[in-house]
């Protein structure tokens, strides 16, 4: 009859040889050269945002494929979530319409000391800016379409707050924004004193940041005492 204590000591010894064998293949594996391996590498676009805008996304990323031991890929592969960020610097924003491949490559070598940079792989290579440009346009209530209750009146200035609103985008778009924003009383037959914020009427648009989406609108109100005769 067999022991338990007996097979539960077999057992124990197979396991600790498996380990032992699987400890030094890895060993054995990590050492040898020419591995490949593909990473996800961080990148950051320098340029004067303060003047100019990128027209479409720019990659946050690139593929970079590595040749190296298998100690160094492992390195990279596990802490690469704090790597620094390559800067691609883009010195003439207006004329630059790609990356530049080999800069970005000479620059991300020096990321990977002791290993082999193959090639660099972004999502997109293409690129393109404008000039980043600013306008602020007033804005009036078209105080001709108030619809009033029989008998009563505005009997204020029509309060705007703000009384103007900044667009900032790519110059191309901000160029067709209209240069007075109109607003329009939505409300019907008004015979009490009025304070809504209205929406600013301006398209939506990705690139384009509005400083107010609305103005508060306020007037008062007065009932005439008798009809304003017909003229």
């Known amino acids: 009859m067999?022991?338990?204590?007996?097979?539960?000591g077999k057992l124990k010894t197979i396991v600790v040889c498996l380990l032992a064998a699987t400890f030094f293949w890895l060993m054995n594996a990590l050492n040898k050269d020419n591995y490949s391996l593909r990473l996800s590498y961080p990148i950051n676009f320098v340029y004067n945002d303060s003047a100019y805008i990128p027209v479409q996304p720019l990659?946050?990323?690139?593929?970079?494929?590595?040749s190296g031991d298998g100690w160094n890929l492992l390195?990279?592969?596990?802490?690469?979530?704090?790597?620094?960020p390559v800067e691609y610097r883009v010195t003439n924003p207006l004329t630059a319409s790609f990356i530049?491949?080999?800069?970005?490559?000479d620059q991300i070598v020096e990321?990977?000391?002791?290993?082999?940079?193959n090639y660099v792989v972004a999502d997109t290579f293409e690129i393109g800016f404008e000039r980043k440009?600013?306008?602020?346009?007033?804005?009036?209530?078209d105080s001709s379409s108030i619809s009033m209750?029989?008998?009563?009146?505005?009997?204020?200035?029509?309060?705007?707050?703000?009384?103007?609103?900044?667009?900032?985008?790519?110059?191309?778009?901000?160029?067709?924004?209209?240069d007075t924003i109109v607003l329009q009383v939505p409300a019907r037959r008004i015979q009490n004193n009025y304070d809504e914020t209205l929406p600013v009427?301006?398209?939506?648009?990705?690139?384009v940041s509005v400083s107010d989406r609305g103005v508060l609108v306020s007037f008062e109100v007065a009932q005439l005492l008798r009809p304003i005769p017909a003229l």
């Open 75 to 84: 390195r990279k592969s596990w802490f690469n979530f704090n790597a620094r």
């Open 100 to 105: 530049n491949s080999t800069s970005l490559t």
């Open 111 to 117: 990321q990977f000391p002791g290993m082999r940079v």
């Open 149 to 178: 209750n029989n008998g009563y009146v505005i009997s204020s200035f029509i309060n705007l707050s703000p009384s103007q609103v900044t667009v900032t985008g790519p110059a191309s778009v901000i160029r067709q924004y209209p």
């Open 201 to 207: 009427p301006l398209p939506a648009h990705p690139l």
């Open 133 to 141: 440009l600013s306008r602020t346009i007033p804005v009036r209530v």
């Open 2 to 8: 067999n022991n338990p204590t007996s097979r539960a």
């Open 59 to 66: 990659p946050n990323t690139v593929s970079v494929n590595v």
